[in-house]
Each structure stands twice: as C-alpha cells, then as structure tokens.
T-cell receptor, first 109, second 115 residues
Framework: RKEVEQDPGPFNVPEGATVAFNCTYS??????FFWYRQDCRKEPKLLMS???SGNEDGRFTAQLNRASQYISLLIRDSKLSDSATYLC??????????FGGGTRLMVKP | DGGITQSPKYLFRKEGQNVTLSCEQN?????MYWYRQDPGQGLRLIYY???????QKGDIAEGYSVSREKKESFPLTVTSAQKNPTAFYLC??????????????FGQGTRLTVV
C-alpha cells in the first residue's frame, strides 16, 4: 500500500461548482500535512497547510480526519484558473515529506 | 531573497554521458529532496537528505547519485546507467521546527533531454 494515496482524476467540473478531493495516508503518527498546487510544466507550490482544527483560505478549505487517516481539500465556486493538479503531502514514518500522486482538476466554462 | 535555485533550466545530454544538476538553497533548511516527474505523472522520489554528509535512496535511485557536502547544496548526477533519463527534475527543501518538518519549497526544475 502506498503511504499517501490520491484519486488521480481528472475531475471535470463546471465553473462555479464545488469540488472536494481526499488524500489517505498510512502512518497514523504523521503530524504535518499540506496541499500543493502544480500547474502544467511548473514546480509545485504550497496552497495551504492542514491543521488539526481545519483551516480555510478564501474559497479553499482543508480538513484533517485523524481517525480515518485522510485529509481533504474543498474548493468552492470553482474558477477556470483553478484547473491544475493538486498534491497532498504528509510527513511519513521516516520523518520526511511524502507526496501523493496528485489529483487533476479541470474546470470547464 | 531566500529561495531554492536549480540550474540549468534546460539540459541536453548525449547517450552515455553523465550530467550533474545543481540545486542550491539559502533557506537554512536541513532536508533536501530530488524528484523526477514524467509527463502526466506524479512526483517520484530519487534521493533525499536530512542532514549534511548523509542521504538516503528514494523509490527510483538506480542510475542516479547525489552528495551533500554543504547544507546549502544537493547536486544530482544522472549517470549513463540511467536508461531513460529524459524527464523533469525537481529539487525541494524543507525546514525543521518544533519537531516537525515544515512545508517544502521547490526550485523551478530542470528539463533533461537525451539526444
């Protein structure tokens, strides 16, 4: 089993839709969680950190569910510019950061 | 400005040649990572280092080598033993605060093409 797993998608949604991604992790002792965004042919960039209490940044909300060992990213009122690949990152058993394979989002007009 | 710099941005290599990709950071980060990304695929870990003079193999280390002689630098050598080296290579670094790794920062990447 992979340490960090994501549905690769693509998720095709219309503008204005709400879309949610989940990311499961295997190490119950993981402490650090992040969501990154990667545009085509570019480096990944931090979208937001995920805190135990959950956090929100504008249209984006991240949640952590320790009992079920997953993190989620919710995007409200999707924009065309949200089209990208979203990567989750978890601190793994070796105390290094492990990336999921990414979920591709395509927002259509 | 603090950041992480990769060079060159584009690199062409003849078959049978070794090439070295540079990665430098001035963020005072302890951990550094090298990833490979093929078109339409996710990131695959090649090597990582958590401290100077120490590094560990990732999932796809065969045909690659690294060194970590300085905290700021983590060069990657793609050797002739790597059979399919054409890919996008990303270097990243992360810090350590209060017992946890902080978020990773990435360089802009190096596109390596074998000609």
């Amino acid at each position: 089993r992979k340490e960090v797993e994501q549905d690769p998608g693509p998720f095709n949604v219309p503008e204005g839709a709400t879309v949610a991604f989940n990311c499961t992790y295997s190490n119950s002792a993981s402490q650090s969680f992040f969501w990154y965004r990667q545009d085509c042919r570019k480096e990944p960039k931090l979208l937001m950190s995920v805190y135990s209490s959950g956090n929100e940044d504008g249209r984006f909300t991240a949640q952590l569910n320790r009992a079920s060992q997953y993190i989620s990213l919710l995007i409200r009122d999707s924009k065309l510019s949200d089209s990208a690949t979203y990567l989750c990152v978890v601190e793994d058993a070796g105390n290094m950061l492990t990336f999921g394979g990414g979920t591709r989002l395509m927002v259509k007009p | 400005d603090g950041g992480i710099t990769q060079s060159p941005k584009y690199l062409f290599r003849k078959e049978g040649q070794n090439v070295t990709l540079s990665c430098e950071q001035n963020l005072n980060h302890d951990a550094m990572y090298w990833y490979r990304q093929d078109p339409g695929q996710g990131l695959r870990l090649i090597y990582y280092s958590q401290i100077v003079n120490d590094f560990q193999k990732g999932d796809i280390a065969e045909g690659y080598s690294v060194s970590r002689e300085k905290k700021e630098s983590f060069p990657l050598t793609v050797t002739s033993a790597q059979k399919n080296p054409t890919a996008f290579y990303l270097c990243a670094s992360s810090g350590w605060e209060r017992g946890l790794y902080t978020e990773a920062f990435f360089g802009q990447g190096t596109r390596l093409t074998v000609v």
